[in-house]
Nanobody
């Protein structure tokens, strides 16, 4: 299973970006997809997660970021609005996947995409 993320870049504070992450490979089902981020010198943190019809967000991004998913394309998106310098980080997509009807859930990570927000 591979996760291919795209959409990072440099943006001014107050701007917006949209991240995408497509999962491919021998996937039976995807239980959840999520975005994490890791800023320099900090631990990786959960930004947003979508599972079925439910979403959850870190407090720091609520009201500014929206996670969505296209099940037909096995793709997750993160729409980031009103970006702040504190949002600067490498963003990683994450998928919790089953490979067959009876398999356990496996966790996979994308390669990371850098988001830089200038003040």
């Amino acid at each position: 299973v591979q996760l291919q993320a795209s959409g990072g870049g440099l943006v001014q504070a107050g701007g917006c970006l949209r991240l995408s992450c497509a999962a491919s490979g021998n996937i039976f089902s995807i239980d959840a997809m999520a975005w994490y981020r890791q800023a320099p010198g900090k631990e990786r943190e959960l930004v947003a997660i979508i599972s079925g019809g439910s979403t959850n967000y870190a407090d720091s991004v609520k009201g500014r970021f929206t996670i969505s998913r296209d099940n037909a394309k096995n793709t997750v998106y993160l729409q980031m609005n009103t970006l702040k310098p504190d949002d600067t980080a490498v963003y990683y997509c994450n998928a919790r996947v089953t490979l067959s009807p009876l398999s356990p859930v496996y966790q996979y990570w994308g390669q990371g995409t850098l988001v830089t927000v200038s003040s």
